[in-house]
């Protein structure tokens, strides 16, 4: 059986869509970002929820776009 092993978000970048915002995540781990709805009333849920549930966007197209925030790493 394999472990799920969590993916902290790097940086996320915001667009307002029909109705709602979109985010763009990209994690620190794996070759994709992320692309979701904003649902919930707190930003870093969104990213948490969209970093789990969202669909995978392809990260080299993801790195081209402007970045609304950037995370630090937990390590650091």
Same mark, same amino acid.
């Given at each position: 059986?394999?472990?799920? #092993?969590?993916?902290?978000? @790097? ?5 307002? +869509?029909?109705?709602? *915002?979109?985010? #763009?995540?990209?994690?620190? @781990? ?5 692309? +979701?709805?904003?649902? *919930? ?36």
């Amino acid at each position: 059986m394999s472990t799920n #092993i969590e993916n902290k978000p @790097k940086q996320v970048t915001w667009f307002n +869509g029909c109705g709602g *915002r979109i985010g #763009i995540v990209v994690g620190e @781990k794996g070759d994709y970002a992320y692309i +979701g709805m904003a649902l *919930r009333h707190d930003e870093d849920d969104d990213v948490d929820h969209i970093i789990k549930y969202g669909a995978k966007f392809p990260l080299d197209a993801a790195k081209l776009l402007p970045v609304s925030k950037t995370y630090t790493s937990a390590e650091s």
